[in-house]
Nanobody, 127 residues
Framework: QVQLVESGGGLVQSGGSLRLSCVASGFVLDRYAIGWFRQAPGKEREGVSY??????????EDSMKGRNTISRINAKSSVLVELQMNGLKPEDTAVYSC??????????????????WGQGTQVIVST
């Protein structure tokens, strides 16, 4: 069964840090790039950062550039992608989801290219 499972969200004070995890399993993992997205209440979903299938290439959107780091570990039957977020601000409050894409012709992949999505994890940043 193909699935992505996120964890690590929670409530944190402004200026704090969180590390989100995305565990992917059930498909040919080394062929898929993984991206982190977020959706705040009343707003459209937006990309945060992305990592290539090998973990060698990353990309950060302006929304959190300089405040987050994406990393990837490919194991035999699963993939772990982590998003370390520092200097969190109240405007970072959102549901954060990871997603997988295979064979996108662009870098970073377009959001609509992602075919497998996790359920998301809530991040709340208080003032």
């Amino acid at each position: 069964q193909v699935q992505l499972v996120e964890s690590g969200g929670g409530l944190v004070q402004s200026g704090g840090s969180l590390r989100l995890s995305c565990v992917a399993s059930g498909f040919v993992l080394d062929r898929y790039a993984i991206g982190w997205f977020r959706q705040a209440p009343g707003k459209e979903r937006e990309g945060v950062s992305y990592v290539s299938s090998t973990g060698d290439t990353t990309y950060y959107e302006d929304s959190m550039k300089g405040r987050n780091t994406i990393s990837r570990i490919n194991a035999k039957s699963s993939v772990l992608v982590e998003l370390q977020m520092n200097g969190l601000k109240p405007e970072d409050t959102a549901v954060y989801s990871c997603a997988a894409v295979r064979g996108s012709g662009t870098w970073p992949p377009h959001e609509h290219d992602y075919t497998i999505w996790g359920q998301g994890t809530q991040v709340i940043v208080s003032t």
